[in-house]
């Protein structure tokens, strides 16, 4: 595991938008909400602190929105929402990621038959 | 609310932060340090132990990744060199644009500083080495002239009555002497190559943020 941990790293970082968009499809969240829910997902987010920035360029590229509220309890939260067009991106990587995994899957299974 | 109510050891996060971003546009270190800040008041709440504080900081993980998650998409807009027409602009402007009334070196700096393909240290560099680039050798060069032209008009004198011209009878004079025509032809050399060898080594810095 240790001498590819750079590839698993950059497998991670590949996806991670994707999971940001994933949990924001029922409904909108608040960043620290969305960090905490990746953040206990085993194994996908090593520095939490991380996303942030990762979220600032789904912001820019318009694939999600935010907006900041006061909480009734506590700091104020920045809420955000999918857009339509996250929620597109989301959908063409949702039918491509199930073939590339299946695909994956399927030569990792045959290496451990063969 | 928030703020008043923090954490010593949430406030230091965030200056960590702060400071290992402070190469970042100020838009994008504001928006970033916002968000921080309001993740360590939800997760941090008044009353927290250290030892649960240090929990929350560890999961955020050093500041100085954080910063280096916020860079690669800001980063120039051609992927790969960082050095555009400005930063080459600025290369050639810090030491030739003083020949330019002046102008061309102040264009210059204004163009070093507002790259973000060097570090602060390099824009210091670049600034005070040597304000106004070569130009800044034209009144070293009056200097070197005048100390040139006090040895002829001496020499002049003692070539009792005979008209020789006296730039001539100077170059005939051999190589400087005085400490005053050493001295200049050192600064002449120190302010010529200066501004070259810190345009050289900003070519080669840029991109290269530490």
């Known amino acids: 595991m240790a001498p590819r941990d750079s590839t698993i790293s950059q497998l991670r970082r590949g996806v991670l938008e994707f999971c940001v968009l994933a949990l924001l499809r029922d409904g909108e969240r608040y960043s620290?909400?969305?960090?905490?829910?990746?953040?206990?997902?085993?194994?996908?987010?090593?520095?939490?602190?991380?996303?942030?920035?990762?979220?600032?360029?789904?912001?820019?590229?318009g694939l999600v929105e935010s907006m900041w509220r006061e909480s009734t309890a506590g700091p104020p939260r920045r809420y955000y929402t999918i857009t339509p067009d996250g929620d597109a991106t989301l959908r063409t990587f949702a039918a491509q990621w199930t073939r590339f995994r299946d695909s994956v899957d399927s030569l990792l299974a045959q290496g451990a038959t063969a | 609310m928030s703020t008043t109510a923090m954490h010593p050891l949430a406030a230091d996060y965030l200056r960590r932060l702060r400071q290992a971003g402070r190469n970042l546009p100020a838009g994008r270190l504001d928006d970033l340090c916002a968000e921080i800040e309001s993740h360590l008041a939800e997760a941090i709440p008044p009353g927290t132990s250290d030892a649960e504080a240090l929990s929350v900081i560890e999961r955020l993980g050093p500041p100085e990744e954080i910063v280096e998650a916020e860079q690669p998409p800001s980063a120039a807009p051609t992927a790969g060199d960082p050095r555009t027409w400005r930063e080459w602009a600025a290369i050639v402007l810090l030491p030739l644009g003083g020949f330019?009334?002046?102008?061309?070196?102040?264009?210059?700096?204004?163009?070093?500083?507002?790259s973000r393909a060097w570090s602060t240290r390099d824009k210091l560099i670049g600034t005070l080495i040597v304000p106004g680039g070569i130009a800044a050798f034209l009144p070293v060069l009056v200097l070197a002239g005048t100390a040139v032209k006090t040895r002829c008009v001496t020499q002049a004198r003692s070539a009792a009555g005979a008209f020789v011209p006296s730039a001539r009878r100077c170059v005939s004079a051999g190589g400087p002497s005085t400490p005053h025509e050493i001295l200049a032809i050192v600064l002449v050399a120190i302010v010529v190559v200066a501004p070259i060898a810190v345009a050289v080594h900003l070519a080669r810095s840029a991109g290269r943020l530490t």
């Open chain 2, 100 to 114: 330019l009334f002046g102008v061309g070196w102040v264009a210059g700096v204004i163009l070093l500083w507002s």
């Open chain 1, 32 to 61: 620290f909400d969305l960090v905490r829910a990746l953040g206990d997902v085993d194994g996908l987010v090593t520095s939490e602190g991380t996303l942030y920035p990762l979220l600032g360029r789904l912001r820019r590229e």
